[in-house]
């Protein structure tokens, strides 16, 4: 199967290779990586959610200046103000493992906004996994 962000062939039942592979963790691609596969913005989808708070309180920041950044329009992506692009940016707290709780106490927020509807969309940690609901927390 080819991936619809990079082409590249893969084994596996996803749209999208496990290197491109984005999930909650935040497991895309570093700039370094993004460049050597040639990738553009072009091939990436408009976002449908955001996380509900910026950037800089993941302590995300642009990978090219290191200034504050906004969320981009487009998935895996984040808009640097200053270097006036969209950019992949560093991972911020997403680059290693974190507790949620302890992202809890620090009063950081992994709840997202439908970007269609408007509405809040609550994380929920189940057995197994994490999940995103409309709903109260």
């Not at 999208?16 to 460049?35: A, R």
């Not at 991972?91 to 992994?110: A, H, K, N, Y």
């Amino acid at each position: 199967m080819k991936c619809k962000i990079c082409n590249i062939e893969y084994e596996t039942i996803s749209e999208v290779c496990p290197i491109c592979d984005y999930c909650w963790y935040g497991s895309h691609l570093t700039p370094n990586e993004w460049k050597e596969k040639g990738l553009k913005l072009e091939q990436h989808k408009k976002r449908t959610w955001l996380y509900i708070m910026p950037p800089s309180a993941y302590e995300i920041s642009c990978d090219k200046c290191s200034g504050e950044v906004e969320w981009s329009e487009y998935e895996h992506c984040v808009w640097c103000p200053k270097c006036q692009i969209d950019t992949p940016g560093n991972d911020g707290v997403f680059s290693g493992p974190m507790p949620i709780e302890v992202m809890e106490m620090f009063g950081v927020s992994l709840d997202k906004i439908d970007l269609k509807t408007g509405e809040r969309l609550y994380m929920k940690v189940l057995e197994d996994k994490v999940v995103w609901e409309k709903g109260e927390a």
